[in-house]
């Protein structure tokens, strides 16, 4: 959406140009703001200070080489390099409204360094598989409450029954707990609550189509041993494309003030990326596709990760 709406402004004939800033923070809800006044004394450009609003409100470019599109920011406008190069590979939920779902497809906590975009989340190691094709197709019995249907709940079950029998506990026991509080969800009383709730009904429509699914152990620079707390549910495209990395962020929106609408949204961050790092530095991932996936990672703190600069942007 960010994109789109960016190049419509920009056709606008606006007496002062640096005055786009400020409509569209307004418009993309960016909590994050440029000082226009300044930026002139400074003699910054127009269009990099557009592209640093987007990026600094959490926005995502691809970074990877075969999916950058060689379209220079310096001898292009923003709007061109944003419409080439801003990643809009995102796939909703089924219950979640799509475009209001995108709109919060944001990193939290941004810092532009000079190795790249620098924000925080949980970076998960992805191992093994399951093939929810072999599953049975019925349990003896499945209570029925929450707000997940019969169906659903009955199909996480399925699912943590071979979990267990695989001797993945901390999943098996993650997922009994969850559907024993009931799966419930109601409508923006937990942006948490909400957020694991579409997941839990991603999952179990995986488990009915009998896709593949891949578990997540969160990774640390230590390499030390991590329990499985994480379920992907991988892409259609065959078992020769698997992710072998996930990054996931979330927070909710801090809440606006002095009379003020709130101009944050919720943030939530579910990608496939590669992943590199050198000696004594931060985890460098490369974006690849989003994901859906169930995780729990309480009291497991964020880490800090850096996306690095496509090479589009360095020429700068």
Request: charged letters at 25%; glycine letters at 6%.
């Amino acid at each position: 959406m960010s994109p789109l709406i960016i190049e419509d402004i920009e056709k606008r004939q606006l007496r002062l140009p640096l005055d786009r800033l400020p409509i569209i923070a307004n418009c993309c809800q960016y909590r994050v703001r440029l000082d226009g006044t300044e930026l002139v004394k400074r003699g910054h450009s127009v269009s990099l200070a557009i592209l640093a609003l987007f990026l600094l409100n959490g926005e995502i470019l691809y970074n990877r080489p075969d999916n950058e599109i060689r379209v220079s920011v310096a001898h292009n406008n923003v709007t061109h390099f944003l419409n080439a190069q801003a990643f809009n590979r995102y796939s909703p939920p089924q219950l979640a409204h799509g475009l209001t779902y995108n709109k919060s497809c944001r990193f939290i906590d941004v810092k532009l360094t000079r190795r790249g975009i620098r924000t925080r989340g949980h970076l998960w190691k992805l191992r093994c598989c399951i093939d929810t094709s072999k599953l049975p197709k019925t349990l003896s019995y499945v209570e029925d409450n929450g707000s997940l249907s019969r169906d659903e709940r009955r199909n996480l079950m399925l699912l943590a029954n071979k979990l267990g029998e695989e001797g993945f506990s901390c999943l098996y026991e993650e997922i009994y707990i969850y559907l024993k509080r009931g799966g419930t969800f109601r409508y923006r009383n937990s942006f948490a609550e909400e957020y694991q709730y579409y997941m839990a009904k991603e999952l179990a429509t995986a488990v009915s189509e009998g896709r593949l699914l891949r578990l997540g152990a969160l990774w640390s620079p230590s390499d030390k041993y991590s329990p499985y707390r994480g379920i992907f549910i991988c892409d259609q495209s065959g078992p020769d494309n698997l992710p072998d990395y996930v990054f996931t962020a979330s927070r909710e929106k801090e809440a606006g003030h002095d009379r003020h609408l709130p101009d944050d949204v919720d943030r939530h961050v579910s990608l496939e990326v590669d992943y590199t790092v050198g000696k004594g530095q931060l985890p460098l991932l490369r974006t690849r596709r989003w994901i859906h996936g169930l995780c729990f990672f309480y009291g497991c703190p964020r880490i800090d990760v850096v996306f690095p600069w496509p090479s589009t942007i360095k020429q700068i």
